[in-house]
């Protein structure tokens, strides 16, 4: 079992950057290939970017394609997303995914034209 917390989300003006985390509890994180989707009101929920086990490979929208960057820091149980050139569509509750079976509580972005 693992438990994951976001953390890092805020509001922004478009063209601003944040940068989230999502840190997960116990010794199995290295097992799990980790994501993160997102959620705007009234919509469903999206994948956004992920990363697998081993961090040698990653993934992205094409939404957010050069604009976040998806990694992990194993020493410190920690996926990050950085979102650079944020947009208003940007806005959302982002979630964190540990094989896409256990997810955290998500963390708010909003981003302001």
């Known amino acids: 079992q693992v438990q994951l917390v976001e953390s890092g989300g805020g509001v922004v003006q478009a063209g601003d950057s944040l940068r989230l985390s999502c840190a997960a509890s116990g010794r199995t994180f290295r097992r799990y290939a980790m994501d993160w989707f997102r959620q705007a009101p009234g919509k469903e929920r999206e994948f956004v970017a992920g990363i697998s086990f081993s961090g040698s490979g990653t993934t992205y929208a094409d939404s957010v394609k050069g604009r976040f960057t998806i990694s992990r820091e194993y020493g410190k149980n920690t996926v990050y997303l950085q979102m650079n050139s944020l947009k208003p569509e940007d806005t959302a509750v982002y979630y964190c995914?540990?094989?896409?079976?256990?997810w955290g509580q998500g963390t708010q972005v909003t981003v302001s034209s």
């Open positions: 995914a540990a094989d896409r079976v256990h």
